[in-house]
């Protein structure tokens, strides 16, 4: 199962915590505001709590979209940055999920 983060927040004080925040419990970076974590259901919903917490207050649009696996297979990209893409692989060895 996956949790995709979108958030589009005007200050960037709350942009930086809002990444760091689900990067810290195994969130990876798709694009600028988009990030995804990939986890067993339970630990899905973990996240999903967590972050409700997290956001609570901020302003702005702050969004979390469960999702199967499939779903995020089927999207279809019509550009991507070779190179963020290569990052994320290069990067997810040393993730942990807590």
């Known amino acids: 199962m996956l949790v995709m983060l979108a958030y589009d927040t005007p200050e960037q004080k709350h942009q930086t915590f809002l990444r760091k925040e689900f990067e810290r419990v195994g969130g990876t970076r798709v694009q ?39 779903t995020w297979d089927a999207q279809i990209v019509i550009t991507a940055c070779v190179k963020s893409i290569r990052r994320v692989a290069e990067l997810k060895e040393f993730v942990k999920v807590w």
């Open 32 to 70: 600028y505001s988009i990030y995804l974590f990939n986890g067993e259901p339970h630990e899905c919903e973990r996240i999903i709590r967590y972050m409700q917490r997290v956001a609570k207050g901020i302003p702005g649009d702050i969004r979390l979209f469960p999702m199967e696996e499939s």
